[in-house]
């Protein structure tokens, strides 16, 4: 017993002198508590809905006031053309379209039926399901209205029912490997790739190489891209791996340019590298750099719109994520190999990436100090 007590005792002092990782084991669970259960909120919001309305109507009027008094949706466009409505769904500017015929009121009151064409953006299935799931919840509630209304024993009209026609765009099946699998091989990368670069110097600070690098000739910039360039290689063969087992398993084949999508993965792993490699700068030993690169990937993969939208979110956390890299990466491969985007609908993701990964990386090089300290 004494000999474990001497064991103790030297591991807990040893642990009290790593200032860092203490700092990380108490600090980095109350932030991430403060910040993800706020994001991560699984109930949809700020659904962005077009309407197009045929009829004009006092009906059709009761059932948008309906709609968008719920609090679940937000009115991008009301007009009368579908094609305009349409292209908000192309531009991910629109996430359903809710078509009201023309004698949408005539039909109810005369017939007793009338169908309403649903136009889902299923490019993230998440908001698609809940956000579609709300808007036939309200159908049927405004249903039930129209027919408590029309009960009279005076009434020789058929009561009314509301069917809806749903089309799932870009996934009509709403298959969720489709749109779960691409997210989760950027998720990985993320991970993968995030934690080696954040290891590399301080690998090198362990085993006492940097003090022989210091004294070398070699100039920092291209000691940095020496250690960045082999894990960039190594992050695009695992993305590639990633793909064919997309393909392989779960019949993904995307439909978009194979070229844009690697040339946005070899930006992404340039500014994601860098951010590595910042870490490393800043850490002494290969713990303190895993722990902060968990802290940070757990907060990008949760806040990164994979598991909920990020329209969901308060506006606080929204403005964070145009900071997160791993979250345009998420939104480019599902535009890419779902949707068939071009050059044009990545550009924005494209410049916000590139410039993280400049800032990322020239802070790393100013950062690394070539003399020993």
Excluded at 331 to 349: A, P
Aim: aromatic residues 14%; charged residues 15%; hydrophobic residues 50%.
């Amino acid at each position: 017993m004494r000999v474990l007590f001497y064991i103790l005792q030297k591991e807990f002092l040893q642990l009290s002198r790593n200032r860092a990782v203490l700092r990380m084991l108490f600090m980095s669970p109350v932030i991430q508590l403060l910040i993800l259960p706020m994001a991560a909120n699984y109930e949809v919001k700020n659904v962005n809905l077009a309407i197009v309305d045929h009829d004009r109507s006092s009906y059709s009027q009761r059932f948008v006031a309906k709609v968008l008094s719920s609090g679940y949706f937000k009115l991008a466009d009301f007009g009368s053309d579908y094609n305009q409505a349409f292209t908000l769904i192309e531009k991910d500017k629109a996430d359903i379209i809710v078509e009201i015929p023309a004698g949408f009121e005539r039909n109810l009151l005369r017939e007793g039926n009338q169908k309403l064409l649903l136009a889902v953006n299923a490019i993230n299935g998440v908001k698609a399901l809940m956000g579609s799931g709300y808007l036939n919840a309200i159908i049927v509630d405004f249903n039930n209205e129209l027919r408590s209304e029309l009960t009279a024993p005076q009434s020789l009209n058929p009561l009314p029912v509301i069917e809806t026609n749903p089309y799932y765009w870009y996934n009509p099946n709403m298959t969720y490997p489709w749109f779960m699998v691409p997210g989760i091989l950027v998720m990985l990368l993320t991970l993968v790739s995030g934690n080696m670069a954040s290891t590399n110097i301080v690998k090198e600070k362990e085993i006492g190489t940097i003090e022989q690098i210091n004294v070398t000739p070699i100039k920092k910039q291209y000691f940095i891209l020496g250690k960045l360039i082999p894990f960039w290689v190594l992050g695009i063969v695992i993305f590639s791996i990633g793909l064919l087992v997309a393909r392989v398993v779960y019949g993904i084949v995307p439909l978009g340019n194979l070229g844009l999508l690697y040339l946005f993965l070899a930006i992404y792993l340039f500014a994601l590298l860098g951010f590595g490699l910042l870490i490393s700068t800043y850490s002494e030993t290969q713990q303190q750099a895993h722990s902060l690169t968990f802290f940070f990937v757990m907060i990008f993969n949760m806040m990164s719109g994979l598991y909920t939208p990020i329209d969901s979110m308060p506006h606080w956390a929204q403005d964070i994520t145009y900071f997160i890299p791993i979250k345009y990466f998420v939104e480019v491969i599902r535009m890419i190999v779902l949707k068939g985007s071009t050059f044009h609908d990545i550009l924005f993701h494209l410049g916000a990436v590139l410039a993280m990964g400049i800032v990322l990386n020239t802070w790393a090089i100013f950062n690394y100090q070539k003399t020993s300290r």
